[in-house]
């Protein structure tokens, strides 16, 4: 065995593998894949639609709605919107969901190595 991979088998600590196979974090990853993965698609579609558009629909995108404003702008403008929008979602869903049973599984750790930084040391 070399040097390199017998310092990281040692900077391994067991407790990580025990943690990895509770239901508690499999359903944080369930939780956290259920919102992050349709989230990325939805954002990424509405993305890929203001680049079409663009591209094959110039003439709708050049609609004027008022004044020097088409449609092209508000779907830029949008875009932002959407971004601050996903974060914000992200955030109370996270509080709601995921950081309860983080903080439970943080706990599962810190009452299996303690707090003294003797970690997998029992």
């Known amino acids: 065995m070399s040097t390199d991979s017998h310092d990281q088998a040692a900077r391994h600590d067991p407790v990580y593998d025990r943690l990895h196979a509770t239901p508690e974090f499999n359903e944080l990853r369930k939780r956290y894949r259920g919102f992050v ?3 990325t698609v939805a954002f990424l579609a509405w ?3 203001y680049v079409v558009m663009s ?3 110039s003439g709708f995108m050049n609609t004027k709605l008022f004044g020097n404003i088409n449609v092209a702008l508000v779907f830029g403008l949008l875009q932002f919107a959407t971004t601050f ?3 914000f979602l992200y955030s109370r869903y996270s509080n709601a969901k ?3 049973l ?4 943080e706990q599962a750790y810190i009452d299996q190595v303690g707090t003294d930084g003797q970690r997998g040391q029992q």
């Open 37 to 39: 993965i349709p989230a």
């Open 47 to 49: 993305y890929l639609l």
């Open 55 to 57: 591209n094959w629909a």
């Open 85 to 87: 929008g996903l974060a």
């Open 98 to 100: 995921l950081d309860p």
């Open 102 to 105: 983080a903080r439970e599984l």
